[in-house]
């Protein structure tokens, strides 16, 4: 099956503990995003990557790493987490940019920072 | 710059009531439109999209057409469901140059149908 995968899908932290959530996705995609929804905000783009080896920032990088070591995957790291990053993240996916292609979401991961 | 305004939720409607929900764009050129649907406890689904002026989108019974002159993709549908409970985004993606994959949404709508 077709899909993007996230773990872990909720978690709870304390400020400063470095942690990571994994995105994988087994469509041979070359396009891959990490967005965070938050009330009132919509999603907003937090890095993306158009291939491995290749990241850049997007809308709201602060206080976030990425890597992009194999196609397949894209982990988000957050080095010394703050209690402004608790939000719902969505690990996306596509194979490129072109004009109507679609992205292709993961189930989520709640994050909790204490 | 590029921004996307949704009506504001909650809407509250019966089943088999109809349903709007406006979204409108800011964007230059000609930007892809999409609609994304967010079940309890999921992920985002894609709906609909469309990607030039006058384009209709459809699924599932929902549409969607790409209005250039009034800059707005607004989602109907004729006969709602208790199962169209959702949280509903509109979002669009620049067109050119401004392309670098990154979708702008709105800020979602939450539909809740009654039966």
């Known amino acids: 099956e077709a899909q993007v995968t996230q773990n872990p899908r909720y978690l709870i932290t304390v400020t400063g503990k470095k942690l990571t959530v994994t995105c994988s996705q087994n469509?041979?995609?070359?396009?891959m995003s990490w967005y965070r929804q938050d009330p009132g905000l919509g999603l907003r783009q937090i890095y993306y990557s158009m291939n491995v080896e290749v990241t850049d920032k997007g809308d709201v990088p602060e206080g976030y790493k990425v890597s992009r070591k194999e196609k397949r995957n894209f982990p988000l790291i957050l080095e010394s987490p703050s209690p402004n990053q608790t939000s719902l993240y969505f690990c996306?996916?596509?194979?490129?940019?072109?004009?109507?292609?679609?992205?292709?979401f993961g189930p989520g991961t709640r994050l909790l920072v204490l | 710059g590029n921004s996307v305004t949704q009506m504001e939720g909650p809407v509250t409607l019966s089943e088999e009531a109809f349903l709007t929900i406006n979204c409108t764009y800011t964007a230059t050129g000609y930007p892809s439109l999409f609609w994304y649907v967010q079940y309890p406890g999921e992920g985002l689904q894609l709906l609909l999209k469309?990607?030039?002026?006058?384009d209709k989108g459809s699924n599932k019974g929902f549409e969607a057409t790409y209005r250039k002159e009034t800059t707005s993709f607004h989602l109907e549908k004729g006969s709602v469901q208790v199962s169209d409970s959702a949280v509903y985004f509109c979002?669009?993606?620049?067109?050119?140059?401004?392309?670098?994959?990154?979708?702008?949404f709105g800020q979602g709508t939450t539909l809740q149908v009654k039966p």
């Open positions: 469509m041979n995609h070359e396009y």
């Open positions: 469309a990607t030039k002026a006058d």
């Open positions: 979002a669009l993606r620049p067109h050119g140059s401004s392309n670098t994959g990154k979708l702008i």
């Open positions: 996306a996916s596509s194979f490129g940019k072109r004009d109507g292609e679609t992205q292709y």
